[in-house]
């Protein structure tokens, strides 16, 4: 069990520009979440995947946002025409839901920064 | 609007002290609440509560939820260098499809020598 992971670690980008971020789950879990990060806050759900479907999106999540789920494994989050409002730790969870409260499990996160 | 609330904001203390951190939540439909520790990177899962009164003990660490209180504490015994970071509590609320986290702020922990 090798736990979440994201890639890349880190993303520099300028205003405008289009970024595409990637998480692996750990392996057999069916929910995969997505939260964004500011500094000194705690992070901020953004949507959430069982298997392959997307389930639920926060009203933070604008249209140049997009997440996608293809076959319930990783998932990709994109955003176009970054704005410098959007520099942010984006972090990855993913739990294991089998009838009871699940715990989330977080990958190392993707800080992005847009100049 | 779900709410999470964390005091202190920060704290610095000498290696061997005992520390209580805080979360007071106002949400609803609550599944559980969850504390997490986050140093440079991602937060790391410490404990997970679901049932008032009962305490949840790893080490040096321990928690504890009231549920009447709507309230949860996280204890650190002869604090060590190694537990400063960021203490994140977290409560899961059921949303019909999803349970989703609510954040508070954190807890800075400071531990000097």
């Known amino acids: 069990d090798t736990g979440v992971s994201q890639n890349p670690r880190h993303k520099i980008t300028k205003r405008g520009q289009n970024v595409t971020f990637r998480c692996d789950p750990i392996?057999?879990?069916?929910?995969l979440y997505w939260y964004r990060q500011t500094l000194g806050q705690g992070p901020e759900f953004l949507t959430y995947?069982?298997?392959?479907?997307?389930?639920?999106k926060s009203r933070l999540l604008s249209d140049r946002f997009s997440a996608e789920r293809p076959k319930g494994s990783f998932s990709t989050l994109e955003i176009q025409r970054t704005e410098q409002g959007d520099s942010a730790m984006y972090l990855c969870?993913?739990?294991?839901?089998?009838?009871?409260?699940?715990?989330?499990?977080f990958g190392p996160g993707t800080r992005l920064t847009v100049l | 609007e779900d709410k999470v609330v964390q005091s202190p904001l920060s704290l610095v203390v000498h290696e061997g002290d005992t520390v209580t951190l805080n979360c007071s939540y106002e949400v609803t439909n609550f599944r559980s609440l969850l504390w997490y520790k986050q140093e440079k990177k991602a937060p790391t899962f410490l404990f997970m509560l679901t049932s008032s009164g009962i305490e949840k003990k790893s080490g040096r660490l321990s928690s504890i939820l009231d549920k009447k209180e709507l309230s949860s504490i996280l204890n650190i015994t002869a604090t060590q260098t190694g537990d400063s970071a960021i203490y994140l509590c977290a409560v899961s609320v059921n949303t019909g499809t999803a349970s989703k986290l609510t954040f508070g702020t954190g807890t800075r922990l400071q531990v000097t020598l």
């Open positions: 969870a993913s739990s294991l839901v089998a009838g009871g409260p699940d715990t989330q499990y």
């Open positions: 995947f069982q298997n392959e479907a997307q389930l639920e």
């Open positions: 392996s057999e879990h069916n929910r």
